[in-house]
């Protein structure tokens, strides 16, 4: 049987949302929460104790009680669900047919979709849902790319160097910027909320064919990251490419890495500063935790900074073992801008993808 005209595949329906058409996911809020399309609205078609109560009675008593139920909880809201896609359809610039899915491609999103066309609002329906685009999605993490990984010691301005890198119009992925959290003990003082794993790989999933379509050959730079970036966990597939990609290591006096560290936490709150040389006191060694935790109370936190240097130093130290190409870049005394320079240079003297860098 044919494919309707207005129900897309999910690559079809993928590449209209990079295009800037509008995405409405009609899932419950929690799961729009759990992870959906990078700029989706959601649009639910049931609260989460609505879907949870159709759910209990297409378990406990039969799919046609389910459907009862759902429409007698739509009904009420039709109207308002009409007027509200039209008039997101009618702001666009350019007016494409609004873009709907629900989990899997079925009643929720049919249903909307029904609706928008009865009401005379151009729709396309995603086929397989946002379980669909999920698995297309998930083949960016196995493409192969030409990744150079900066990387450095704690406090040698890596994600700084990255912006400007990105300003340079070179092609770049900010992960700690998309997991927000800066990737150590310290990364999240303020305990702002990270994406999920799942939102997370959507969003990276989205960078990375972006970067697939940008029209500049080149290098994808990278900060160096463990797989987990604070309570994120990177795709495996993605992972492990940049766990055998080259490396670029800035290097840089530890003075300057206490400065930059200080322009970081300088006025962070004690507390949480404290909190979190707690949360590595054991590999710390606890004579050293007690040691940082006096001096951050005292206002030293240079001295706190030294301390916490001698374990991430360590675990860094460890964690190149396993690389097998690396070259140094000397950025001491240099801003991130020159930085990026010096690692566009380096790169293009060593080259390991042969692929040209640009000169501006």
């Known amino acids: 049987m044919p494919i309707p005209e207005h129900i897309m595949t999910p690559e079809a329906f993928l590449a209209a949302a990079e295009q800037g058409s509008v995405v409405l996911d009609v899932r419950a809020p929690g799961e729009f929460e759990a992870g959906h399309l990078p700029g989706a609205v959601s649009f639910p078609l049931f609260t989460d104790e609505e879907r949870a109560r159709v759910g209990t009675t297409y378990k406990q008593e039969s799919k046609q009680a389910a459907v009862d139920l759902g429409l007698e909880l739509v009904g009420p809201k039709l109207r308002d669900l009409a007027t509200q896609a039209r008039a997101m359809f009618e702001a666009q610039d350019a007016r494409t047919p609004l873009l709907v899915h629900c ?5 929720r999103s049919g249903s909307v979709d029904w609706l928008l066309r009865a009401a005379e609002v151009p729709v396309a329906r995603c086929q397989g849902g946002y379980k669909a685009c999920r698995v297309v999605l998930r083949d960016a993490f196995q493409a192969p790319r030409p990744y150079v990984v900066l990387g450095g010691m704690t406090g040698t301005a890596k994600t700084d160097v990255i912006h400007a890198l990105t300003a340079q119009k070179e092609r770049t992925l900010d992960l700690e910027g998309m997991a927000r959290h800066f990737g150590s003990s310290f990364g999240n003082l303020d305990a702002h909320p990270q994406p999920s794993t799942e939102q997370f790989s959507n969003d990276l999933a989205w960078a990375l064919r972006a970067l697939d379509r940008d029209p500049n050959e080149g290098p994808v730079w990278v900060e160096n990251e463990s797989r987990s970036i604070g309570w994120v966990q990177m795709p495996e597939d993605f992972h492990k490419q940049l766990r055998q990609a080259p490396v670029l290591e800035l290097e840089r006096t530890e003075e300057d890495r206490i400065s930059h560290l200080l322009a970081m936490y300088g006025e962070a709150d004690e507390d949480a500063l404290v909190q979190a040389f707690g949360r590595i006191r054991t590999k710390l060694g606890g004579q050293h935790a007690n040691a940082a935790i006096a001096h951050v109370r005292e206002g030293n936190l240079a001295e706190a900074a030294r301390i916490a240097l001698v374990y991430y130093d360590k675990t860094y130290r460890h964690g190149l073992d396993k690389r097998e190409h ?31 860098v640009t000169s501006n």
């Open 103 to 107: 989990w899997r491609g079925g009643m």
């Open 326 to 356: 690396m070259r140094a870049v000397q950025a001491l005394g240099l801003n991130p801008s020159d930085t990026a320079d010096a690692c566009r240079h380096a790169h293009s003297k060593w080259n390991p993808w042969n692929f040209q």
